[in-house]
């Protein structure tokens, strides 16, 4: 059992799935908004680990979806300056577990960290649920 300090973009549903496959594994949940953090640019950079720039992004955030902004075009210093500014572009969920961070909700790299339950493995739990794999209305709640 680990405890998860999980940021998540409060009534998104594809996020609560996600605490529900963690609590069910066990797992123990501090939970925060990530739109309402005071995030710095060296804090928020280390959730991303060795990820490319481009896989820090929340893909259905309505910036990237409109095409106003192009993750595959940007340098680490342009994207965490659009994410301080407009934190609904960054992936979903951001975790951490003492001082390790991640960015995303992969299962079989979730379970491999900290555990799940068999039931979560081969989901792709980074799409909302209620759309039926659509993108979510990335508003703010």
């Known amino acids: 059992m680990a405890r998860v300090l999980f940021f998540e973009k409060p009534g998104c549903i594809g996020n609560g799935e996600q605490k529900r496959l963690l609590r069910a594994a066990g797992h123990q949940l501090e939970v925060r908004s990530l739109l309402a953090e005071p995030w710095s640019a060296e804090e928020l950079r280390r959730y991303f680990g060795t990820l490319p720039v481009s896989d820090w992004f929340n893909r259905t955030a309505p910036g990237v979806k409109s095409g106003t902004v192009v993750p595959e075009r940007l340098s680490e210093t342009e ?3 659009l994410m301080l500014a407009d ?4 992936r979903r969920p951001l975790m951490r ?4 961070r991640r960015a995303g909700f992969d299962p079989a790299g979730v379970d491999a960290w900290i555990g799940l339950t068999p039931a979560a493995l ?9 759309t039926g794999g659509e993108p979510c209305d990335e508003t703010p709640a």
């Open 97 to 100: 577990v003492g001082e390790e």
């Open 87 to 90: 934190p609904l572009l960054v």
């Open 122 to 130: 081969g989901r792709d739990l980074e799409i909302c649920p209620s």
């Open 79 to 81: 994207a965490l300056r």
